[in-house]
């Protein structure tokens, strides 16, 4: 037997099976539903005009690639900073919020999450909401942590079970790590609102609880500074924070890995030896995070003009998604009269927990090669006005 004999095949992932499925489909109308990903009107992945015109920017000037420092671009990590907390934010002015470079959303959490890994009790475990985004789990686990769930979708009402949330953050142990998505809440669409939010800052300081908010979707919901509400509410409260965050979706820069992880300290001083031992993190895993991406985003947030085209290329993506879901309702209510569809447009960000089964998603795909998720997320940043009335023909046949 060599070492490989015994090696199990893994599970396919969830989301990227579909995609794999999607991609061996042969039929020319086919639809993926399936992965988090905005497609313009025609169907096609936007590279947005401020990262072009920053890219030609960036080609005009090429520089030499040396290694960028562990914790990345300083130019970006502030900008990102700022982004984050708000440049006026007593966090920011303090200097009590360290910001790292990461690779994605995905990369900051796993950063995070082998830092609390070390340093957090060792007996600290942590919470994800029922359901989430399905690598929290997966990414935590890896880390070493045990992850349980706290009750968070509750599909009579399709709204959040706030109660049930409440009840599971009040019986948390202290020094529990708890992941909160900051806006446009994947996969369920289902967002607190402003007071529900304030009961959860309270609990969390009150237990002395761990905050680590994933915000992969800033700018999809209400707005930049509306959807980072949340994440500046939180820094004032006080008390530790962590927070990681994307550039994927908001600057439609999914394959060049652009995220952070931010973490905000008690002082200037704390605030220093945390980022020493981030660093270390960062060293150990990777040693230092790639240019182009990073550069990019840093290049756009620094130039008033650059930055101002990107606000509206993201208003772009947020309206045209409304309009989607506003248009699915309305079709849906001719094709289906017997169920109601509202809560579609009241849902946020790019999915909809749209109340398919999994045997209604199996014959979208199976008849009409239409992909989703197995729960009946759908990507409604994937809908357009060519696909839409096949997509809305076709599960008015399988309700
Ligand atoms: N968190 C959530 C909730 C997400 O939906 C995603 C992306 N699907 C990520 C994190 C990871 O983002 P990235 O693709 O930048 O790694």
Not at 27 to 41: E, F, I, Q, R, S
Not at 90 to 95: I, P
Not at 155 to 176: K, Y
Not at 273 to 296: A, D, E, F
Request: net charge neutral; hydrophobic share 40%.
């Amino acid at each position: 037997a060599s070492l490989f004999t015994a090696i199990e095949m893994a599970p396919r992932d969830p989301i990227l099976g579909i995609t794999e499925g999607f991609n061996a489909d042969q039929n020319p109308n086919k639809t993926n539903l399936g992965v988090g990903v905005y497609y313009d009107d025609n169907g096609k992945l936007p590279l947005l005009e401020c990262v072009r015109k920053a890219e030609a920017e960036l080609m005009a000037k090429l520089s030499p690639r040396g290694y960028l420092p562990i914790d990345g671009l300083a130019a970006y990590d502030k900008a990102v900073q700022e982004l984050v907390f708000g440049a006026d934010s007593a966090v920011v002015k303090e200097k009590r919020a360290v910001t790292v470079q990461a690779i994605g959303g995905t990369g900051a959490l796993k950063l995070g999450a082998d830092f609390l890994k070390r340093f957090s009790n060792d007996n600290a475990q942590v919470w994800i909401s029922d359901p989430s985004w399905e690598n929290h789990r997966a990414l935590f686990e890896s880390a070493g942590f045990t992850v349980n769930n706290y009750p968070y979708y509750d599909a009579a009402t399709r709204g959040v079970n706030f109660v049930g949330m409440m009840e599971a953050l009040n019986n948390m142990a202290s020094g529990s790590i708890v992941v909160l998505h900051a806006c446009c809440h994947n996969p369920t669409g289902a967002d607190l609102n402003h007071d529900q939010w304030t009961q959860v800052i309270e609990v969390v300081l009150k237990r002395g609880l761990i905050p680590f908010l994933d915000m992969a979707y800033q700018g999809f919901a209400d707005g930049i500074t509306e959807d980072g509400e949340v994440v500046r509410r939180f820094a004032q409260a006080g008390g530790p924070l962590f927070v990681s965050n994307s550039f994927s979706k908001s600057f439609s820069l999914y394959g060049e890995r652009v995220g952070a992880l931010s973490i905000v300290a008690a002082s200037t001083e704390e605030a220093s030896r945390v980022l020493s031992q981030l660093k270390r993190v960062v060293r150990t895993n990777y040693s230092n995070p790639p240019i182009h991406g990073g550069q990019v985003v840093a290049t756009v947030l620094a130039s008033p003009e650059l930055r101002k085209l990107w606000e509206e290329e993201l208003a772009g993506m947020r309206v045209r998604i409304r309009e989607m879901r506003q248009l699915l309702v309305k079709k849906l209510k001719e094709q289906a009269p017997a169920q109601d569809f509202d809560f579609v447009t009241k849902q946020r960000g790019m999915f909809s927990y749209s109340g398919l089964t999994k045997p209604q998603v199996e014959r979208l795909r199976d008849e009409f090669s239409i992909y989703a998720v197995d729960t009946g997320r759908i990507c409604v940043a994937a809908l357009n006005t060519k696909n839409i009335d096949a997509v809305v023909a076709a599960i008015a046949k399988v309700l």
